[in-house]
């Protein structure tokens, strides 16, 4: 079953980049504390060295962008200090600026995909994708994705619920460890569809 038309993609390339972020809200414009991201190819192959993660200086998004007090709440109870580090409580010097940050995101795109065909995976319809979009947007900067290619990993673990149960490596609610998570997931689904002969006849 061909899930897309990626016949002149190289193998080397993205087709799909799965996106997580960390945040401080689950509003469409929460302030972002980090992005990740992994690309994988039209076969489903995790791609080396496709994989993208940086903290953002949450300083000047404090007046533009939405805090709400239960996010700031599951966050004391996050324990794992690999996973503060990589976000909430990442030190000033590996945080970059907000421009910088979504520059930096565009160019690993522009590096790896082509934003005219990459689907941009986000884990839920309303979260990932629509937050990043809306950080673009505040930031009056060109999103490096096309909306009619925004797709869903929920929609993927409902399909298959037995993805939910492969093992995590890393440490979750890092937005690089989350993504390669849900990369392997999507990785397995893609697959497996591949394998399925196709219902549509010519």
């Known amino acids: 079953m061909q899930l897309h038309t990626f016949s002149n993609l190289p193998d080397h390339k993205a087709a799909h980049i799965v996106i997580d972020l960390e945040t401080l809200s689950t509003q469409p414009n929460a302030l972002v504390l980090s992005i990740g991201a992994v690309g994988l190819n039209k076969y489903g192959d995790i791609l080396p060295g496709a994989g993208f993660h940086l903290p953002i200086d949450p300083a000047a998004q404090q007046k533009r962008r939405h805090?709400?007090?239960?996010?700031?709440?599951?966050?004391?109870?996050?324990?794992?200090?690999?996973?503060?580090?990589?976000?909430?409580?990442?030190?000033?010097?590996?945080?970059?600026?907000?421009?910088?940050?979504?520059?930096?995101?565009?160019?690993?795109?522009?590096?790896?995909?082509?934003?005219?065909?990459?689907?941009?995976?986000?884990?839920?319809?309303?979260?990932?994708?629509?937050?990043?979009?809306?950080?673009?947007q505040d930031w009056n900067k060109p999103l490096p994705w096309r909306f009619w290619n925004d797709r869903d990993m929920r929609t993927i673990t409902a399909i298959f619920p037995h993805l939910k149960l492969l093992p995590f490596d890393g440490f979750k609610h890092h937005a690089l460890d989350d993504a390669m998570h849900e990369a392997q997931q999507l990785s397995a689904a893609i697959k497996h569809l591949q394998q399925q002969p196709s219902a549509v006849t010519a």
């Open 67 to 136: 805090v709400d007090i239960g996010t700031q709440q599951w966050w004391a109870g996050i324990k794992c200090p690999i996973a503060r580090c990589a976000s909430i409580d990442a030190p000033a010097t590996t945080q970059a600026l907000v421009e910088n940050a979504l520059t930096a995101f565009s160019d690993f795109v522009n590096e790896w995909s082509d934003q005219d065909t990459v689907c941009i995976w986000g884990n839920g319809c309303s979260f990932d994708n629509v937050i990043l979009a809306t950080l673009y």
